[in-house]
């Protein structure tokens, strides 16, 4: 049973044993939502870990702050093994919680033996006992088993909105655990030493979701008929500079810069659609509802296609323990844990619909041996491993955007998709950006229990060795984009509003149409795909914890916690140090680990202030002076034996989340290949600067890259709070 009153420490927090845990109804089955139940913590809305962390079926995962503290400041361990995801500080592998014979969360001044976060959260799995034991169970939701949400009745009713009330979807999750020693007749007996428990675990989820809506072109439109837009689009290769245009005054159409000629009929010649543009055309999806026109449209914002999208997801889990006795001062056991997620969710949009895959590991061994009646030492290895992979569903398939007639395309099959299509007005769809990323996290952990009459020492040494891994391409297709200024008479106007207190803007006669210049190749702007990925690094480091932890019993009545902890938090490093930092020197200046690279860049021309080299390879200093002490005291007055005082101070390292920061370790490689810079056109040209037929552009190298004007210097700026001018040009 648990020990309600605790009398000898300031730890805060609480313990939850596996009758509780089993009698809880806990979404999922995760054990991250008992962590609600512990006073002090509360919801944190949003966050990393929520969008880019997976959590099997439980639908209802949130990161959960503790004490004030951040999020991302909690530490998980299974039986005592590190388990955490260093990109967005969440535990990765998630035992079903039949599984656990106790969940404990602490937080406030807790023992030195514990660090490496402001919160830790450790959960023990079960071992097998003398007799065999074991269960099934089987959960099942869906909408027929819930009522209707008042909620959304009230938002219906209010808003003239026709979402279920109930959508659809269903839940079923089943498994089992079995347990018992281990006994082979006529091999081995191990009724006495030897205990076993396994646990596997098996859900699916599956729903479908509200109605999304969107506008789509009409198949004339798509053929360069724009007769039944009600407005006038213009050809721009009849584009001049109009002689009448005074720069003093407001631009508008009676004083544009330019002068344009309609199409005749608002009709595109055939021979004028750029080939490429009419290949991408055909992704577009096609109109399922009647009642919304191009002209209500632009005024009221309806939409012409609807369709239902789909979200499923489904896991297995599975856990094991074996126990050893072998005698009365040592035992031993060894944990597993294994993992296989996913995810799918459909669009209506083409090229947009995408699936995640995780496939967590954890390997945990641990010796406990009995020195005499006063001395424990304890020593656990460990292993944790994540692997988290999204992508479309495109991904593997034909290369779409070399299908279109664009050269240059990326060559990895993961990014395969067409370019990110915005589209002003319309649909827009593709864009593929796959993101893998993982952490293995290798870990020896040794701790020495001693009690000298009233004192109990626990100190010891934490060590981990971990990788980090990530691959990603986000605009891995490039991207294109259209606003209806090649089209349009006054060209600054191109994608304002369409509408204003229910009739058309003063300006939307002059914008163009967007599709138009999408037909016509004509970009407003475009994006080239990173020829290798925007981010690609591996990175090594060590993090080092040493403690001392001593609780003396003062009297029958108090107790003092008087602890010490140092952490040296891990030196992430690549091994050819890759990457670069900033000096702030000089205006600022970026100094690259490998000077290898920059010498040739240097020869060739490059601008020196981005090309110092001599960084350290973990490019950021290392702190090495993060002691943590930790006093405190409880006294159990002796005329309330119910009450228990107490008081304490400690310092706590956060844990750090390194995915923002870990572009800056990037492969130097990455920028002796990479797309180049496109300059946006004013829309006052003939054709743009990015006519889709003839992308993309084939890749720079970094002698080329660091002499153009992305990369001048230096960047002069007059900062707050006199103004906030921009003089200059910086590379960000």
């Not at 209707?148 to 003239?160: C, L, P, V």
């Not at 040739?600 to 702190?623: E, M, R, S, W």
């Not at 006052?684 to 037929?693: L, M, N, W």
């Amino acid at each position: 049973s648990t020990q309600m009153l605790h009398t000898d420490d300031t730890t805060q927090g609480q313990v939850v044993h596996a009758d509780m845990i089993q009698a809880l109804p806990l979404n999922g089955g995760d054990f991250t939502n008992l962590m609600l139940t512990n006073a002090g913590t509360n919801i944190v809305v949003g966050g990393s870990g929520a969008d880019w962390s997976y959590h099997g079926i439980n639908r209802e995962y949130t990161e959960v702050s503790s004490v004030g503290a951040q999020a991302q400041s909690t530490s998980y361990s299974v039986d005592g093994v590190f388990d955490y995801d260093f990109n967005f500080s969440v535990p990765t592998n998630i035992p079903n919680d039949l599984a656990i014979q106790e969940f404990k969360m602490m937080s406030g001044t807790y023992s030195a033996q514990y660090g490496v976060g402001v919160t830790d959260v450790n959960v023990d799995i079960k071992s097998g006992t003398s007799k065999l034991h074991g269960a099934v169970y089987e959960r099942t939701e869906g909408q027929w088993l819930q009522v209707d949400s008042s909620y959304q009745a009230a938002i219906n009713k209010a808003t003239g909105s026709t979402t279920p009330l109930n959508p659809p979807f269903h839940q079923n999750q089943f498994g089992g655990t079995l347990g018992g020693p281990l006994y082979i007749p006529h091999a081995y007996d191990g009724r006495k030493q030897t205990f076993w428990f396994i646990s596997y675990d098996i859900a699916g989820f599956g729903q479908t979701n509200q109605v999304s809506t969107d506008f789509v072109p009409t198949a004339a439109e798509l053929g360069g008929d724009f007769s039944a837009y009600p407005f006038p689009i213009y050809d721009p290769a009849t584009t001049v500079a109009n002689p009448s245009y005074n720069s003093s005054l407001p631009v508008g159409p009676t004083n544009s810069p330019i002068i344009r000629t309609q199409f005749p009929g608002n009709k595109i010649p055939t021979k004028r659609i750029d080939p490429a543009a009419a290949k991408l055309a055909a992704y577009f999806d096609s109109a399922n509802i009647t009642t919304c026109d191009e002209a209500q449209h632009l005024v009221t914002g309806c939409y012409n296609y609807a369709a239902n999208t789909q979200s499923t997801k489904k896991q297995g889990i599975g856990t094991a323990r074996i126990d050893q006795y072998f005698g009365a001062k040592d035992r031993a056991y060894f944990t597993v844990n294994l993992a296989n997620m996913s995810q799918t969710n459909t669009s209506i949009r083409f090229g947009q619909s995408g699936s995640v895959y995780i496939r967590p590991k954890l390997f945990g061994a641990t010796w406990a041996h009995t020195v005499n009646a006063n001395i424990l030492n304890q020593a656990t290895l460990g292993y944790s491993r994540d692997k988290f992979v999204n992508g479309q569903s495109t991904a593997y398939g034909p290369d779409l955007s070399a299908n279109l007639g664009l050269a240059n395309t990326n060559p990895n099959p993961v990014t395969y998709d067409v370019p990110q299509l915005g589209l002003f007005n319309y649909q827009g769809f593709g864009g593929g950006s796959p993101l893998t990323y993982g952490d293995n996290i290798y870990q020896g952990v040794d701790n020495v229990t001693w009690v000298i009459k009233r004192h109990t020492l626990n100190f010891g040494i934490d060590f981990r060795r971990e990788q980090m891994v990530e691959f990603d391409n986000f605009g891995g297709t490039g991207s294109l984009n259209f606003n209806g200024e090649f089209t349009s008479l006054v060209p600054s106007f191109a994608g304002q509003g369409t509408s204003s207190n229910g009739t058309y803007s003063s300006t939307v006669p002059y914008e163009g149409n967007a599709l138009a210049d999408m037909l016509l190749g004509q970009t407003s702007s475009a994006g080239g795909p990173p020829p290798i990925a925007s981010d690609d690094y591996m990175l090594w480091g060590s993090n080092w914890n040493l403690y001392l932890q001593d609780d003396y019993r003062a009297t029958d009545h108090l107790t003092l916690n008087l602890g010490l902890r140092w952490e040296r938090p891990a030196n992430f490093h690549t091994r050819n140090g890759d990457g670069y930092t900033l000096n702030l020197n000089n205006g600022g200046q970026f100094v690259w680990g490998n000077c290898s690279f920059v010498k040739p860049i240097l020869a060739a021309g490059g601008n020196p202030n981005f090309l110092q080299c001599g960084a350290p390879n973990t490019l950021v200093p290392i702190d090495t002076k993060d002691f943590a002490p930790r006093i405190g005291f409880s006294y159990n007055p002796p005329m309330a034996p119910k009450l228990v005082i107490r008081g304490g101070f400690g310092i706590f390292y956060g844990l750090y989340s390194r995915y923002y920061d870990g572009s800056q370790y990037d492969l130097d490689s990455l920028y002796n290949e990479t797309a180049p810079s496109i300059p946006s056109p004013t829309g006052q040209e003939t054709q743009s600067t990015a006519v889709v037929q003839n992308l993309w552009s084939a890749p720079v190298n970094a002698n080329s890259l660091f002499v153009t004007p992305g990369w001048e210097f230096p960047f002069n700026q007059v900062n707050w709070p006199t103004n906030h001018t921009q003089i200059g040009r910086a590379h960000v």
